[in-house]
Each structure stands twice: as C-alpha cells, then as structure tokens.
C-alpha cells in the first residue's frame, strides 16, 4: 500500500521570490509550498502526498476552500493535489509534528496514513471504456501502478550503470490482456470484463485487431499489459480517432505463481508477433546516470497531439526479479507542465 501519508525530513528550505508569507521546502524529491519560518532543515513533519484524501477535521480546516471534495464514491473530505503559488509548484502537504500529538513513532520514513484516517483520492474509471465486470483480474496479474521517483529517490542509485530505456507515459486507462491455457479475457485495473463488444470498449478493440485468436493461437500464458487510449478516456490528450491500446509490459503467467516481466528485446517482439503498438520509446542507454532533476526536464514536452504529455516512464531493459526494488525495476517522472494544467 502505498504511503500517501509519513514521517518525513526537511531537506532544505529555498525563498520564492515576491513572496512575504511563503517558502519552499524539499521532502525527499517533492517540493511543498509551507508557510515562511514554518520549517528550517532537518525538522521532522507529517508529509501527505499528492491524491491524498484527508477526513474532515479541524486542524485540516484551512485547505476547505481549495480542497473540499464531496461525492458519491468518495465520501465527504480534503483532496491533496498539485497546486502553483507564485509560479512555484506544491507537491503535497508538510504539517509540523506538533498538530499531531498522537503520533508516538517519528522516525523518519514510518507511515502513518492508518492511523491519520488518510485515504488514496480515486474516481471511477470512464464508462466507455469499460464493460460489464465479471470478478476480480485473475491469476494474479499485477497491479499496473508506477512509483513516482519523487517518492523513492532510491532508484536513482539503483539503475545507475543498468541498461534503460524511457518511454512516454500515456494518458488513459489500465487494460490487461490475458491468455492463459487456450483462454482469452480482457482487465481494467482491477477487474475483468465480460466478453462483449457492445458493453465493453477494449474487447471490441480486441475483436477489431483480431487479437482473441492471435492470442490463443501463441500457446502461451501471459498477459499483456498497457495504456488503453481514445475518445472518451480521460480528454483524449493524444487526439485519437479510435481507440487504441499501447503495451509497456508483458509478464509470463508461470503455474508457480512468478509474474516474471519480458525485457525490452523479448517484449517488443511480442508486439511486432501481434500487429500491436508500443508505448513510444524515446530513449534507450547503456548506463544510467540522471539526476532527479535531468528528469524531470526531460518529463517535459508534447504528444503529437501538441497536448502536454503526462511525463514519462524509466525502466530497465532486464527486469531484476531478486531486486531490493521488488520484481519492478521502473518508475514515473510526471510533466510539471502537465501537472499544472491538471483540473479535477
């Protein structure tokens, strides 16, 4: 589970410039906008990432106007989300230790979203894209979520000198294609749809390319997983006439239970097999050596759409099961320009 909300350390505080009541202070790779002489370095605070979802209470009372949230999926309470103050990005929400006398363990890094009634910010995905669920998404096929770098700034460390390769990340929807001992199914994030191309978006896309038979036919099982795109998904950034599915992993359904993911080489010529599009790749290299701020430069930038693109994706050609990272060696870096321009 992710940690929307933990202990953390001030690692520096910077002025913005023109601003008499406001400063900037750096929280792991985040930036947050907090009131001037609030913090100076090395303090500890309670850090509340992005899309953290805070209950109503008194000492949160002051984010009303900006972060009031009410509906029927989530519930009355406080969204946290990517604001400008000033020109300058916040990237959550730093709050002294001192507002929370009930929190006992301040070592840096413990979570205490539990325990502070904090929730993931989540809406439901768009109808036209989804279909009639039937159950969960089987045989364990991952979750497909990227950490943002900000977050875990340890993977800096842990692809330097590695193969890598950056991807654009695309705005719209999980989809998960699944063949497993003859059998074809189609997933959301969650879970998996009916067969039926008048319901369900991705299966008639899935009928268009031919691919249930294409699918069954390789003998294999495994899942491809990837970024289902078009009209009435999320706005549509990427301008699409139809709707079309970009694939950025390919795991094998292994009878032990293993998820292993297909390298680079291995995955893309799945896709060449298939008649099946990749994400775009925009970089491949031999030696990791970008700093946090390197990219999130190179996060910047367009589809061909000329919208802002959402950023992008950092992963490593092997993928290294035995990792300290888990099996996943990638991660996210989100367009600042993006995030700007986000509404709800």
């Known amino acids: ?23 900037l202070v750096i929280i792991k790779g985040w930036q947050c906008v907090s009131k001037k002489g609030e913090f100076a370095g090395g303090d500890k605070c309670v850090y509340f990432e992005v899309d953290s979802y805070l209950p109503l209470e008194e000492r949160y009372e002051f984010l009303r106007r900006t972060s009031y949230r009410n509906n029927e999926f989530m519930g009355e309470g406080l969204r946290i989300k990517t604001i400008t103050m000033r020109g300058e990005i916040s990237q959550g929400l730093a709050l002294p230790l001192a507002a929370f006398p009930e929190i006992s363990e301040t070592a840096a890094g413990a979570d205490v979203t539990e325990q502070l009634g904090v929730r993931k910010w989540e809406v439901p995905e768009v109808v036209g894209s989804s279909g009639i669920e039937i159950g969960e998404k089987p045989f364990s096929i991952p979750t497909t979520d990227e950490t943002r770098l900000q977050s875990m700034t340890e993977f800096l460390e842990a692809f330097a000198g590695k193969p890598y390769y950056i991807s654009t990340k695309m705005d719209g929807t999980s989809c998960s294609l699944y063949t497993k001992d003859g059998a074809v199914g189609v997933c959301g994030r969650n879970k998996e749809y009916k067969e039926d191309t008048e319901s369900c978006a991705m ?65 893309q010529g799945y896709c060449e ?22 990219l999130l430069e190179k996060a910047r930038g367009k589809y061909q759409s000329g919208m802002d693109k959402e950023g992008i994706v950092v992963r490593t050609q092997e993928f290294a099961h035995n990792s300290e990272l888990q099996h996943k060696m990638s991660f996210k870096v989100l367009n600042n320009d993006f995030l700007k321009k986000e509404k709800d």
């Open 1 to 23: 589970m992710r940690n929307l909300a933990s202990i953390q350390e001030i690692a520096s505080v910077k002025p913005i410039e023109g601003a008499d009541a406001i400063e």
């Open 203 to 267: 299966w008639a896309w899935v009928y268009k390319k031919g691919l249930k038979e294409k699918l069954a036919s390789l003998g294999e099982n495994i899942a491809l997983q990837g970024e289902f795109c078009g009209h009435g998904i999320q706005k549509n950034r990427l301008k699409l006439l139809e709707p079309n599915l970009y694939i950025f992993d390919i795991v094998r359904l292994e009878e032990n239970g293993s998820r292993p993911k297909l390298g680079l080489k291995e995955a």
């Open 273 to 294: 097999r298939l008649g099946l599009d990749m994400v775009p790749i925009e970089e491949t290299g031999e030696s990791f050596s970008y700093t946090l701020e390197e």
